[in-house]
């Protein structure tokens, strides 16, 4: 069992700036992917950003360039520095993990926040 909590989601100004933090608790040892997504009212929930199986940094083309992920190892945290924050980003941000393998996901092993709103007003 995982469980992942997210925090730091709110209201910010077109161009300014948020930080996301997820923390996974429990069974950690059966995950080797963390990172997040997002989902907005009408759309489909898309890729943001996360860390592979083997470490790789992995973005959505959508945030490319304006957002950093990070994480602490020790911790079970991963972080998410987003900057240039516009109105087409305001979403409902998940955090995400799984156990994958150079063919993709195991099936089963999915695990997913509750979710933070992040709005940026215009």
């Known amino acids: 069992q995982v469980h992942l909590v997210e925090s730091g989601g709110g209201l910010v100004q077109p161009g300014g700036s948020l930080r996301l933090s997820c923390a996974a608790s429990?069974?950690?040892?059966?995950?080797?992917?963390m990172g997040w997504y997002r989902q907005a009212p009408g759309k489909e929930r898309e890729l943001v950003a996360k860390?592979?199986?083997?470490?790789?940094?992995q973005y959505g083309d959508s945030v490319e360039g304006r957002f950093t992920i990070s994480r602490d190892k020790a911790k079970n945290t991963v972080d998410l520095q987003m900057n240039s924050l516009q109105p087409e980003d305001t979403a409902v941000y998940y955090c995400?993990?799984?156990?994958?393998?150079?063919?993709?996901?195991?099936?089963?092993?999915?695990?997913w926040g509750e979710g933070t709103l992040v709005t940026v007003s215009s």
């Open positions: 995400y993990a799984d156990w994958s393998a150079p063919f993709g996901y195991v099936a089963g092993t999915a695990y």
């Open positions: 429990g069974r950690t040892n059966s995950i080797n992917t």
């Open positions: 860390f592979t199986y083997n470490g790789r940094a």
